[in-house]
């Protein structure tokens, strides 16, 4: 098994799209990263976890999914390196790969030293792009294969049957 923890606010730090918006809503950057890791989850099959640090958002610890990605909000005064080196140590064995995605240069040193396989911001952005064409190309794929319902229904109503079939509510 593979998974992949994230430092998120660095990730948001570094991609040109996250950074813009986390300028206008930091919330909403944190969503639109979420998103984009439940895209890379999904087609990769890796386990995804996102961290951010807690002097972001005050307050205890929390954690949740979110499109099946995990995320965690670190306790007070805990950032996000520290708790994601414990979580390299605890989900680390011979059957599960770690890989960890910031461009901190020093985290990066002391994952790689733990065993867990470094990826920076900009690695994960460009292969990012890649799970996006690929999924755009298998969508392309999937509607050119749409078959040819004897019954005409509506757009609407198509999309809703389509969410029903993929166990979406």
């Given at each position: 098994?593979?998974?992949?923890?994230?430092?998120?606010?660095?990730?948001?730090?570094?991609?040109?799209?996250?950074?813009?918006?986390?300028?206008?809503?930091?919330?909403?950057?944190?969503?639109r990263?979420?998103?984009l890791?439940?895209?890379?989850?999904?087609?990769?099959?890796?386990?995804?976890i996102?961290?951010?640090?807690?002097?972001?958002?005050?307050?205890?610890?929390?954690?949740?999914?979110?499109?099946k990605?995990?995320?965690?909000?670190?306790r007070?005064?805990?950032?996000?390196?520290?708790?994601?080196e414990?979580?390299?140590?605890?989900?680390?064995?011979?059957?599960?790969?770690?890989?960890?995605?910031?461009?901190?240069?020093?985290?990066q040193?002391?994952?790689?030293?733990?065993?867990?396989?470094?990826?920076?911001?900009?690695?994960?952005?460009?292969?990012?792009?890649?799970?996006?064409?690929?999924?755009?190309?298998?969508?392309?794929?999937?509607?050119?294969?749409?078959?040819?319902?004897?019954?005409?229904?509506?757009?609407?109503?198509?999309?809703?049957?389509?969410?029903?079939?993929?166990?979406?509510?």
């Open positions: 098994m593979d998974i992949l923890l994230v430092d998120g606010y660095n990730i948001i730090g570094a991609w040109p799209e996250l950074r813009e918006l986390k300028a206008r809503d930091l919330a909403a950057a944190r969503d990263l979420i998103e890791m439940a895209e890379y989850q999904g087609f990769s099959g890796y386990r995804v996102v961290v951010f640090d807690a002097h972001y958002v005050q307050g205890i610890e929390k954690k949740f999914k979110n499109h990605v995990e995320v965690i909000f670190t007070e005064n805990e950032s996000a390196d520290e708790r994601i414990k979580l390299a140590v605890k989900l680390g064995n011979r059957k599960t790969q770690i890989h960890v995605a910031t461009s901190d240069f020093t985290e040193w002391v994952i790689f030293g733990q065993g867990a396989l470094r990826k920076s911001a900009r690695e994960l952005l460009i292969e990012m792009a890649g799970v996006e064409k690929k999924i755009e190309k298998s969508v392309k794929k999937i509607q050119e294969k749409k078959p040819v319902t004897r019954v005409q229904i509506s757009e609407e109503l198509a999309e809703i049957f389509e969410k029903w079939r993929r166990g979406e509510k």
